[in-house]
């Protein structure tokens, strides 16, 4: 079960109590005071959701872009980290100017959820964002021409890397893709992202192409997701393969020729070290940033009613982009249907083309303008409600130049009507 309004608004309200309390302030303080440098311009921020891949690779990465010039030394305090979705190896990358905190204090990582803007506390600025004020931040700098800053691999994860290469017998200086599909073996217990999932089985026909084309493909995942089962040695399923360590994820994600993946937390580390991607059975989002060149394979939305697919404006009009829940879909009518393995197929040939020529086609510029058209004006109404304004979710990425979708959406049926 997710937590209700009434108790996230519960939640806030007790961490601003906390917030406004000496003793918190104080141990604050002590956490930070030991980690800084005289002369260092310091920010310090609070990443709550250190539990979860996409946070520790988006937030840090959005942050570099954002304060990365005004700052000398960006501070992270976070939990102590634990659970599937933890990998100790993540925040090795951001960037020298970055210093990772850990705390067994079970409030000062909370705080990371508060909103309150930069406060000058005299020995370092504190930051107060929420991830959703993060993210639609840093939106609104790339939209309006900020540079972006990546990710920077350690030596010793490269180096970690390399040989894990060399003992899957990969021969030097071949291509490799990263391949991610989520499924509902992670994170079992939140049955309303089963919208999220996708079937495994399905992504048969697009690894063939790969492998025929000369890649290796390293399969994202955990160990309870379905496994890779009668595939050449070309595929590696890599949290099954015994020379596994969390460190490849990190090091495929930087490494990758490009990535095939779902909008899950490994996407957001394949981002952060800005290489090309394709994101299949995606859904749409309020807050996820593709970048540019991204190629974006949507799911397909219908009605439960009449089984007939949503052209885009009605998905907009029936504001299916702030859905979190898969519940709430069914409330409104909607169901939502995976990727084909023939549409999965086509998007790898695409790809493999791309990585060959270097090409990045807009494909048909007008079928894009009407799609960046319709999302335009369904941020306006974002911007236009106090309740996202409050949220941070007035901001909507598909309005802008945030990825691209693949031919096969934009030509789809009824899609693009206005009505």
């Not at 499924?183 to 217990?189: A, N, Q």
């Not at 859905?323 to 709430?328: A, C, I, N, S, T």
């Not at 236009?384 to 949220?391: E, I, K």
Request: net charge negative; glycine share 8%.
């Amino acid at each position: 079960m997710t937590a209700s309004p009434e108790e996230d608004e519960a939640l806030l309200e007790n961490l601003r109590a906390e917030f406004g309390k000496r003793e918190t302030m104080e141990r604050l303080f002590h956490t930070v005071i030991p980690h800084l440098e005289e002369g260092q311009r310091t920010l310090v921020y609070i990443l709550a959701q250190i539990d979860r891949i996409g946070h520790t690779a988006m937030e840090p990465f959005f942050l570099k872009s954002l304060f990365g010039p005004h700052y000398d030394r960006i501070i992270l305090i976070t939990g102590q980290g634990e659970g599937a979705g933890y990998n100790p190896f993540i925040l090795q990358c951001p960037g020298p100017e970055f210093v990772h905190v850990p705390t067994p204090d079970p409030i000062l990582p909370m705080l990371g959820f508060l909103d309150g803007g930069v406060h000058d506390l005299k020995l370092f600025h504190l930051c107060l964002a929420s991830p959703q004020r993060v993210i639609r931040d840093f939106g609104r700098h790339v939209t309006t021409g900020g540079d972006i800053r990546y990710f920077e691999l350690p030596d010793s994860i490269r180096m970690t890397g390399e040989a894990f290469l060399e003992n899957v017998g990969m021969p030097a200086g071949s291509r490799f893709v990263t391949l991610h599909a989520r499924d509902m073996s992670y994170l079992p217990e939140k049955a309303h992202h089963v919208f999220r999932c996708a079937d495994i089985h399905t992504y048969r026909e697009a690894i063939q192409r790969f492998v025929e084309a000369g890649y290796w493909v390293f399969r994202l995942g955990d160990r309870g997701g379905v496994p890779l089962e009668g595939y050449p040695e070309q595929v590696v399923d890599l949290p099954r393969h015994p020379g596994y360590s969390q460190a490849m994820d990190v090091f495929l994600s930087a490494r990758c020729a490009f990535a095939f993946n779902q909008a899950s937390g490994p996407e957001a580390l394949v981002r952060a070290f800005g290489r090309p991607a394709a994101t299949v059975n995606l859904v749409y989002e309020l807050l996820r940033l593709p970048m540019k060149d991204d190629l974006l394979l949507f799911k397909h939305y219908l009605s439960a009613r009449t089984g007939e697919p949503l052209s885009y404006a009605e998905i907009l009009e029936l504001g299916l982009p702030a859905v979190g829940k898969g519940e709430d879909f069914e409330a409104k009518g909607v169901v939502i249907r995976e990727n084909s393995a023939e549409e999965l197929a086509d998007l790898a040939e695409i790809m493999i083309e791309r990585d060959r020529s270097g090409a990045k086609s807009a494909g048909d510029v007008d079928l894009l303008t009407l799609f960046r058209t319709l999302g335009q004006n369904y941020e306006q109404m974002l911007l236009a409600d106090p309740a996202m304004q409050t949220d941070n979710l007035d901001f909507y990425a598909y309005a802008h130049d945030f990825g691209r979708p693949v031919p096969s959406v934009l030509q789809r049926k009824g899609f693009l009507d206005r009505s």
